[in-house]
């Protein structure tokens, strides 16, 4: 049996690799494999403004991730999760420091 969270975090724009590296070590951590980075050329006809990393994952912590997430200091972050019977996403916003 599983309980799969759809995961997806947007940060500013032109972030640095290490607040990247840093949004993922929670998951690294757990033993969870890191979120993927979507780059710039994902689609439309201009490049994306934030950066955007997207995963899934079973039986996510989301607790202990937003826990984590307020630690950081890297500027504005958006974190949407979708468990796997709800219907849409849900935002929580951190504002950068």
């Keep these: 049996m599983s309980m799969v969270t759809n995961v997806i975090v947007s940060i500013e724009c032109a972030t640095p690799s290490e607040h990247i590296d840093a949004v993922n070590q929670w998951l690294l951590d757990q033993n969870s494999p890191p979120l993927d980075l979507i780059d710039g050329d994902s689609g439309g006809n201009k490049n994306l403004e934030v950066t955007l990393l ?40 951190f504002e950068g420091r």
């Design 54 to 93: 997207i995963g899934a994952y079973n039986y996510f912590n989301i607790t202990g991730y937003v826990k984590y997430l307020k630690t950081l200091n890297i500027g504005d972050i958006t974190l949407m999760v979708q468990g796997q019977d709800d219907d849409h996403f849900r935002a929580i916003c």
